[in-house]
């Protein structure tokens, strides 16, 4: 158990000093569900190691004092959450949070006691990918009553992003009394789901886009669809008879071919062999013995 001394010097740090070393601040991206690591290079005393992770004046993350790992000031949500490298690596003070959430996002400081008690500042960031995104055509929609609304939906996604719709190339203009967005907050993950429904009326081979930002990652997501409309409602079925009769007719015609090539190849075989087989043999003694019969015949 850590001696007086130490919670004495634990307390220290939670107060505001004027030997305290600042350095500059460092930027973290992570990301929710992974694993992710918060540098901190640091110049240890060999002989008293004390080394602090907090939030604030207040809120211990982890530390390790005097050679030892001591979680009794650690705020609930990081237990069995963190790992500290410092006992396998002299030198590396950097801290490593496993199955990051939304709720991680702060400004980190780590402490550290070198010739003066010194600490360094990361801000964690975090960030997730929206699925990508699934636009609906008014005859896939659940929308009632609304021929030609169409939806965009993408889910999983931190921060909250924004949907765009995009028609030709061409952002849209748009007002509230024709689209209508909803977003949701998931608590068990902390992502976001978004949705956005859009009112217009397209005209034929016209292309509509719905495109998902993600600012924090700069990524954008898009799904596109084109509505080949036509004003009698169905499309004219002539187009596509001609290579529907071909598919159809094709494998008949070489089929019967085969069959007819078959049978002529028999035939001839046929006639071939019948002809092949012909004996003419037998004429020689026919013609013998009606020689024998004329000659004895009385004259």
Request: hydrophobic share 40%; proline share 5%; aromatic share 8%.
């Amino acid at each position: 158990m850590p001696g007086a001394g130490n919670s004495v010097w634990i307390a220290f740090l939670l107060l505001p000093s004027i030997f305290l070393y600042a350095g500059a601040e460092t930027k973290i991206l992570g990301f929710i569900g992974e694993d992710v690591i918060l540098p901190c290079a640091c110049k240890l005393n060999k002989h008293n190691i004390y080394l602090v992770w907090q939030i604030g004046e207040s809120s211990v993350v982890d530390a390790f004092i005097n050679g030892r790992p001591y979680t009794e000031n650690q705020k609930l949500e990081f237990q069995n959450r963190t790992r500290l490298f410092v006992a396998e690596q002299m030198g590396n003070c950097s801290l490593q949070l496993s199955s990051v959430s939304a709720a991680d996002e702060h400004t980190y400081t780590c402490y550290y006691e070198g010739t003066v008690i010194e600490q360094v500042v990361v801000s964690l960031e975090v960030a997730a990918h929206y699925s990508n995104p699934v636009l609906l055509s008014p005859n896939e929609s659940a929308v009632a009553d609304a021929p030609e609304s169409y939806s965009c939906i993408a889910t999983g996604g931190y921060p909250k992003g924004r949907i765009h719709w995009i028609l030709n190339n061409s952002s849209l203009a748009y007002s509230r009394d024709n689209r209508r967005d909803v977003d949701s907050w998931d608590n068990a993950t902390g992502t976001y789901s978004l949705s956005s429904t859009l009112n217009i009326s397209l005209s034929r081979t016209d292309v509509l886009t719905c495109m998902v930002e993600n600012s924090r990652l700069q990524v954008n997501i898009s799904a596109s669809k084109t509505f080949s409309r036509t004003d009698g409602g169905s499309p004219d079925s002539s187009a596509d008879a001609p290579p529907a009769l071909r598919i159809v007719i094709l494998p008949a015609v070489v089929c019967c071919g085969f069959i007819l090539g078959a049978i002529l190849i028999c035939l001839l075989m046929r006639k071939f062999n019948m002809f092949k087989t012909r004996d003419p043999s037998p004429a020689t003694p026919a013609i013998g013995a009606e020689r024998q019969r004329l000659n004895e015949e009385p004259v």
